[in-house]
């Protein structure tokens, strides 16, 4: 019984430590593309500006 406890609260453990893994990653995923978002919308906003002058 303890055995069959300790066991299914290890799986739970890690099935919570792969989330969170997995949420860093997506995480790190979303702020890279956030990132590259920015850099083309300020590259647009540079092209604009020089059609305008």
């Known amino acids: 019984m303890f055995r069959k406890i300790m066991r299914r609260d290890f799986f739970q453990c ?10 860093d990653l997506c995480e790190a995923k979303l702020a890279e593309f956030t990132d590259q978002v920015y850099q083309t919308k300020g590259q647009l906003d540079g092209r604009i500006v020089n059609e305008e002058n």
């Open 14 to 23: 890690a099935r919570e430590t792969q989330a969170k893994s997995q949420l």
